[in-house]
């Protein structure tokens, strides 16, 4: 089975600029997560997906925005950056099981801005 | 004070050793409890799930939660070079979907 998969891995843009960030989940998983890694904050949840609906959004403002496609591939995207937006932008596919649930990480989109 | 609390580190243990992470909450809602393994410049990778109280062993890994202290600890035994990494805490008050909140994550690095 291939794993989660992102892209772009690596970004660099301007304070001001939007950009778009997308997330393949694994084959079969309709959850979607994203979040944030900082140095200074750690792993913050922005919001999660499933079957194309917000399920859960996590204390961010609304300059960070998602959408879920019927293929359950995710975009994010981020309107109006700051330079606080750079960061290590993580997607995570869950699935609930039996016996146990799994969820599984992409190797994140590093975000640069400028 | 955060959520979560989990020590920065850096913990350097020799290869063999037993090694302890550890983590407190304040949320007494929290019922699941993760920990995550991140190696550098790598995605997270879960551990281990426990809801509720109690111990679960996976390998080499045990992880114990205290839900009267608001204490969670994973131990690894003979640890190996390649344990070396972030390792991440969780907790999170629904199992219906997956809304972590994380601690800031210990380094470890176990030396030969």
């Known amino acids: 089975k291939a794993g989660v998969t992102q892209t772009p891995r690596y970004l660099i843009k301007t304070r001001g600029q939007q950009v778009t960030l997308s997330c393949s989940p694994i084959s079969g998983h309709r959850s979607v997560s994203w979040y944030q890694q900082t140095p200074g904050q750690g792993l913050q949840f922005l919001f999660e997906y499933f079957s194309e609906t917000q399920r859960n959004k996590g204390n961010f403002p609304g300059r960070f925005s998602g959408r879920q496609f019927s293929n359950s591939r995710s975009e994010m995207n981020v309107s109006t950056l700051e330079l606080g937006d750079s960061a290590l932008y993580l997607c995570a596919s869950f699935h609930r099981g039996n016996p146990t649930d799994t969820q599984y990480f992409g190797p994140g989109t590093r975000l640069t801005v400028l | 004070q955060k959520e979560v609390e989990q020590d920065p580190g850096p913990l350097s243990v020799p290869e063999g050793a037993i090694v302890s992470l550890n983590c407190t909450y304040s949320n007494s809602a929290f019922q699941y409890f993760m920990w995550y393994r991140q190696y550098s410049r790598k995605g997270p990778e879960l551990l281990m799930y426990t809801y509720s109280s109690g111990n679960k062993e996976d390998g080499r890994f045990t992880a114990q939660v205290d839900k009267s202290s608001k204490y969670i600890s994973l131990f690894i035994r003979d640890s190996q070079p390649s344990d070396s990494a972030t390792y991440l805490c969780?907790?999170?008050?629904?199992?219906?979907?997956?809304?972590?909140?994380f601690g800031r994550g210990t380094s470890l690095i176990v030396h030969p």
């Open positions: 969780a907790m999170s008050a629904s199992g219906g979907s997956y809304i972590p909140t």
